[in-house]
């Protein structure tokens, strides 16, 4: 069983935290790395904090993650980039110019 993210939340709402990190040893010797930023920021800063200790504690590098909200947010942008790109080339090619 792993830590919710909503668990990291709500630390970080009734401590008054940006950024919370969760390092937990189960029942079964299972080690548990859970973060929480409230802001973008925040969250990625958090996700770093989390796959150092990830890496200090011997996990493989495979298992460092991008939080969800970090990486949403940067297909947004490459999406909006290519839109923008994309609407540069029509402009271009009504001006009769070329991009």
Partial sequence: MSIPIVEAKRISKNYN???VIIVALSNDGTQHVATYGKSMVD????????????KALGWPESL??????????????KSLKA???ASDDINATLRGTTP
């Fill in 17 to 19: 935290m940006r950024q």
């Fill in 43 to 54: 969250c990625d800063q958090a996700a770093q904090g989390g796959d150092f200790v990830k």
């Fill in 64 to 77: 460092a993650q991008m939080p969800n909200r970090v990486k949403q947010l940067q297909d947004q942008v």
């Fill in 83 to 85: 839109q923008l790109k």
